[in-house]
């Protein structure tokens, strides 16, 4: 990133070059940096070394041997460890997003928080006085933390599936004869969707239309075997009934079209469909590249635990208990 190209520091205001300040500059810009203090304390000034110190270290973050001893504390009041294999010393946050983190956990708590209520990355970034790369930078470890997530969840019982789609970036659209292919064409992200009771489920299929082999591929490994399932009258999704020996449910969409909400068997997916175009129009701009991490991250939102609180504990114990990192330098290296 050029320096030109740097976003300026939310911290800044028109008069910090300025000496003899008029008494309504000094007062705004007085006022405007305490409440930027209040929402960027300090590493040393708040709580973060007990929270971390609480978790369980009984392996090293570099090599993995339980051969290891308490090594006194960083500056911050962190526990470190020597590792008597690999010689090499440690803490709680070594090798997790985390790691040398210059601003608190606390800011980035605020950060998912905000996005779970389907607020964008900017207007996230606005609202906490924050970098727009940094918050981006936040919005990427989260990805890491999730990448897995979907991997164990097994729709049962009653479970719904549908498709929706969502379009390429504009510079990626596929034309013929200077014209827009038009339909459920390349163009379009084919995303396969399913919940049941108490889950969602959500995946990239492919691209147009939805197949019976792209319907396979995306929820043979998620759906229990002899399920109930209910849905359209899609096609694609016959092999996945036959396979997996569901009760077949279908309902013909144009007909429900005309029922209102509380009669309409397909509600639940049709609402959730409604939310991930939601979700993914706050955040329009992204680049599709990590169009299934947005997935992961929305089906994050809308699984249990419900309340917001409960899920920042899941995230804070899969990140610091996880072995995924991602430096700033790595990020920005992958952006450009």
Known sequence: MNKKDKPASRRATPWDEKSDLSPTEAFIKSNYLDSFDVKHSKLSDTNEAELIN???????????????????????????Y????????????????FDNH?????????????????????????????????????LHKLFLVLKNYQNDIILSGEVQIDETFYKVIKHEIVTKD?????????????IG???????????????????????????????????????DKEKAHKDLV???????????????????DKDNPLYEINHKCFLLKKFL??????????????????CFMMNPPINKLEKVKMLLSSAINGADSLTYREFLTKKT
């Open 281 to 298: 129009n706050s955040h329009s701009g992204f680049n599709r590249d990590n169009l299934q991490d947005y997935l992961n991250l929305f």
């Open 193 to 231: 969707i399913g919940c049941d009771n108490d889950y969602t489920y959500a995946v990239i299929e492919g691209m147009g239309k939805p197949s019976g082999n792209k319907t396979l591929n995306a929820f043979e490994k998620h759906i229990k075997p002899k399920s109930i399932l209910i849905h």
């Open 54 to 80: 609480s978790f369980e270290i009984s392996k090293c973050k570099h090599c993995n041997s339980n051969h290891i001893r308490k090594f006194g504390f960083t500056k911050n009041g962190v526990q470190r």
């Open 242 to 260: 036959k396979l997996l020996e569901l009760e077949s449910n279908t309902y013909d969409s144009n007909e429900l079209k005309k029922l209102e």
């Open 102 to 138: 210059k601003i608190p956990i606390k800011e980035w708590i605020q950060f998912c928080l905000n996005l779970f209520s389907f607020e964008s990355v900017s207007v996230t970034s606005k609202n906490n006085k924050n970098s727009i790369t940094t918050s981006h930078y936040w």
């Open 82 to 97: 020597h590792c008597f294999a690999c010689k090499k010393s440690f803490n709680a946050l070594t090798n997790t997003i």
């Open 178 to 190: 200077d014209k827009e292919l038009r339909g459920l064409s390349i163009n379009q992200y084919c």
